[in-house]
């Protein structure tokens, strides 16, 4: 029985109860290592290391907005299991051309699947090593959805749901080592989805050095 709905303060308690009902929390884990716990086999105190197999290991990825640097590798880096050697190892990892703010872009998982978790690993000496993005989901069935939203272009308002919003980027100190990242839910599933879109922004602006090394991103489907 609740009581009298009218006021306020039960009226907030009501509230409280069905958020917990249909409670589904995204949570962002970040691991770092840094000096000799920065190894190639990116191993880390929570977060899973990169898996060979997993459901993005055969997406299809495309650049959305912006330019990759070409001293860097194609975005196929992302997913083909392969880690740097190094924490500077630019033909290992894509990232965004120099001095430009980041860019978007895109993977295809080739089907609707249930996203259990979405990993992504970076690794730098310096400002590359953080990684500050947005992660958008879809499964493209909003009639309004644009796969492809340029930088202009909200993607919350074609279609796609904004999941998480990434920022390791140490609050004092080096910024440098190899990063982590694990987004997952309290439900154990993100959700159900098809498409996912990375949404990068650099890690700072004080010179033209700021955009991610990224190695690997993996996306694991609920079993
Ligand atoms: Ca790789």
């Keep these: 029985m609740i009581g009298n709905i009218n006021h306020p303060a039960s009226l907030i308690v009501v509230l409280l109860m069905l958020a917990t009902v249909a409670s589904s929390q995204v949570k962002v884990t970040v691991d770092r290592n840094t000096g000799r716990a920065a190894t ?10 990169p898996a060979k197999d997993h459901a993005a290991a055969h997406a299809r990825l495309s650049l959305v907005v912006g330019q990759r640097d070409p001293n860097g590798a194609g975005l196929n880096a992302l997913t083909d299991g392969l880690l740097p050697a190094s924490e500077d ?12 703010d980041g860019g978007r872009f895109l993977m295809d998982l080739g089907g609707v699947i249930e996203v259990s978790q979405v990993n992504t690993y970076s690794w730098h000496s310096e400002s590359r090593a953080p990684q500050v993005y947005n992660l958008y989901a879809s499964d493209g069935s909003d ?20 999941i998480a919003t990434v920022d390791t980027r140490p609050k004092q ?43 690997e991103i993996d996306v694991v489907a609920k079993k």
Excluded: H
């Design 40 to 49: 190639r086999d990116f191993k880390f105190k929570s977060v899973s290391s």
């Design 89 to 100: 190892d630019p033909a290992a990892n894509f990232f965004f051309n120099a001095d430009t």
């Design 143 to 162: 009639p309004k959805f644009n796969p492809r939203p340029d930088a202009n272009t909200d993607p919350s308002a074609c279609g796609w749901k904004l």
């Design 173 to 215: 100190g080096e910024v440098g080592g190899q990063y982590g990242v694990s987004i997952a839910d309290s439900t154990g599933a993100l959700g159900k989805y098809r498409y996912l879109l990375f949404d990068c922004v650099e890690t700072e602006t004080d010179d033209p050095w700021g955009n991610t090394f990224y190695s």
